[in-house]
């Protein structure tokens, strides 16, 4: 079992900056993939950024990848989500996700067992 937890959402003017955390714990060990997907009301779930946990290659939706960075601190087992220039459409609440069997991939949601609760992100125009 893995848990995660993300944080750091907020309120943020259009072309504004956010960081999301994400923390894992439990069997961390076999996260091989972590993630960060995102839903806004009324829109299907979609994938963001992704990061494979033992060779540190990170995967990104291509139209976020100028603007989104995920990172990984594997001595706290954090995750992040670096997001600039943020523009009202990035609104929602984005999740953290553990893939502990699977290849990793930014886009199979299928593929991640373990999700976080979310954290809202707003960005006003």
């Known amino acids: 079992q893995v848990h995660v937890a993300e944080s750091g959402g907020g309120t943020v003017q259009n072309g504004g900056s956010l960081r999301l955390s994400c923390a894992a714990s439990?069997?961390?060990?076999?996260?091989?993939?972590m993630g960060w997907f995102r839903q806004a009301p009324g829109k299907e779930r979609e994938g963001v950024a992704s990061?494979?946990?033992?060779?540190?290659?990170?995967f990104y939706d291509d139209s976020l990848k100028d603007r989104f960075t995920i990172s990984l601190d594997a001595t706290k087992n954090m995750v992040y989500l670096q997001m600039n220039a943020l523009t009202p459409e990035d609104s929602g609440t984005y999740y953290c996700?553990?893939?502990?069997?699977?290849?990793?991939?930014?886009?199979?949601?299928?593929?991640?067992?373990?999700w976080g609760r979310g954290t809202q992100v707003t960005v006003s125009s």
């Open positions: 996700a553990a893939n502990t069997h699977y290849m990793c991939t930014w886009y199979r949601a299928a593929d991640f067992e373990y």
């Open positions: 439990g069997n961390t060990g076999s996260s091989d993939c």
């Open positions: 990061i494979d946990t033992g060779s540190g290659s990170t």
